[in-house]
C-alpha cells in the first residue's frame, strides 16, 4: 500500500526487543544506520521482487476483487510485512528480521481476519526473488515468476487457494519508484502491479465457491516513518471498468490538513503521478465499527482525470482486528466512472 501499515511494523519491532516503543506521533524521523530510499535509483527486476534487510520496514501486499459463481462480490487480502532490528541478516535465531502475514476475507455480510508472526533466519517466513516465493508458514504466494503466482492463507473460519496472473509491466509509483509521503520528505521505494486476473476457490463456514476477477499487488520497503505530524492515512486502489487503474492516498495530519499523492495508469501500464493535492478524498458517511467511527462512504475526486466518484464499501465492518488493527476491504464505485477496488485507512482511534 501506499503508506500501508508502518505503525503496524514499527511497533511490532520494538515489541520484539527493539528500544522504546513509541506512539505514531512520536516515531520521529531517525533511520538508525538503515538504508534511506535515494531519488532516481532504478528498480531491478527479479532482485527487487526479492527482500531489501538494509532497509527497516518492506512488504508484499495483495488485495483481490472478486465474483463469485453465485453472483456476489468478495474481497482478499494477502499481505507479508518485513521488519528489522538491525540492517542485516542472519541464518538463526539471532536474525533481526522480524515477519508478520495478515490475511483477511471480505463477503457483504461477514470479514474474516487471521494473523501469523514470525522470527527470520530459520525458514519460518522469508522471500526469494526467482522463482518467486513468499511465505509465513503455511501461507505463500509463490510461483515461477512474480507475474504469475499461487497465493494461499487460511484462519479459522477460512481459506482461500488463488492463481494471479498477468503480462503487464510492474507500475512505478511516485517520481519513478521513489514515493514521497510527507510535505518533510519521507519516502519510499514504491511500485505495483495492478493487473492481475485471478481464478480460484473460497472455503467459507457454508462450503467452497469459485471465483474470479482482479487482483492488486503493493511492493513498497523504506526506513523512514512517517511525519510525527502525520496521524493516519486513507489509501484507495481503484480498478476502472474501462482498464486503467488509479492509486490515491491520503495522510491526515493534526492540525486537520493532509498530504496526498496519486497515480493514474493506462490500461497499458503507463503512469502518470500527481503531486500532493491533487488528488482528494472527503468522507459522505461513517459507521460505527470496532467502537470506532469508520467512514465507509467517500467522494474521491482528481480533476486532471475528470474523475468524480462516489466510493463505498462492500460491508462496512471490514476491521482487521490484528495486532494493531485497521480497516480494510473492497468497494465498488460510481459516478464519472465505475468499477471496483480495495480502501485501507488507519488512525481512527
Known amino acids: ?40 535509483v532504478p ?12 532497509y527497516r520496514i518492506e512488504w508484499w501486499y495483495v488485495t483481490a476483487t472478486l465474483t463469485g459463481e453465485d453472483g456476489r462480490d468478495y474481497g482478499v487480502q494477502w499481505t507479508l510485512f518485513r521488519s528489522a532490528l538491525a540492517p542485516a541478516e542472519t541464518n538463526d535465531w539471532n536474525s533481526p528480521q522480524i515477519w508478520m502475514g495478515h490475511a483477511g476475507l471480505t463477503t457483504p455480510e461477514e470479514h474474516f481476519v487471521a494473523e501469523r508472526l514470525a522470527r527470520g533466519g530459520i525458514g519460518q517466513a522469508g522471500v526469494t526473488a526467482q522463482p518467486f516465493s513468499a511465505w509465513i508458514d503455511e501461507w505463500v504466494l509463490q510461483g ?3 507475474s504469475n503466482v499461487n497465493m494461499r492463507a487460511q484462519g479459522t473460519d477460512f481459506s482461500y ?5 498477468t503480462d503487464r509491466p510492474f507500475v512505478p509509483q511516485g517520481d519513478r519508484g521513489y514515493s514521497v509521503k510527507s510535505r518533510e520528505g ?20 457454508d462450503g467452497p465457491i469459485r471465483v474470479s476477477g482482479n487482483a492488486w499487488l ?43 499523492s496519486a497515480t493514474w495508469i493506462t490500461a497499458d501500464g ?50 482487521m482486528d490484528t495486532s494493531f488493527a485497521y480497516w480494510e476491504g473492497p468497494v465498488r464505485f460510481e459516478g464519472s466512472h465505475a468499477g471496483r477496488g480495495y480502501l485501507e485507512m488507519t488512525g481512527y482511534e
Open 270 to 319: 503507463t503512469p502518470t503521478p500527481y503531486p500532493d493535492g491533487a488528488f482528494q478524498a472527503r468522507p459522505l458517511t461513517t459507521a460505527e465499527v470496532a467502537g470506532r467511527d469508520i467512514p465507509v462512504r467517500w467522494q474521491v475526486t482528481l480533476p486532471d482525470r475528470d474523475l468524480d466518484v462516489t466510493v463505498s464499501a462492500l460491508n462496512p465492518q471490514s476491521w
Open 218 to 260: 503493493d511492493r513498497e520497503w523504506s526506513s523512514q516513518p512517517l511525519s510525527e505530524n502525520q496521524t493516519g492515512w486513507d489509501w484507495f486502489s481503484l480498478a476502472f471498468d474501462d482498464g486503467a487503474r488509479l492509486m490515491g492516498f491520503l495522510l491526515r495530519e493534526r492540525d486537520g490538513a493532509s498530504f496526498s
Open 43 to 54: 528498480f531491478e527486476f527479479p532482485r527487487d521482487h526479492g527482500a531489501h534487510p538494509d
Open 1 to 40: 500500500m501506499s503508506v500501508r501499515a508502518w505503525i503496524t511494523i514499527l511497533m511490532l519491532a520494538a515489541s520484539a526487543g527493539s528500544a522504546g516503543a513509541q506512539g505514531f506521533a512520536d516515531l520521529g524521523s531517525e533511520a538508525d544506520g538503515f538504508a534511506i530510499p535515494q531519488r532516481g
Open 161 to 165: 487457494d488463488l492463481t494471479l496472473s
Open 144 to 146: 515461477p515468476t512474480l
Open 186 to 205: 519521507q519516502a519510499s521505494y514504491y511500485y505495483s502491479q495492478p493487473f492481475y486476473e485471478v481464478t480460484g476457490t473460497l472455503s467459507l463456514p
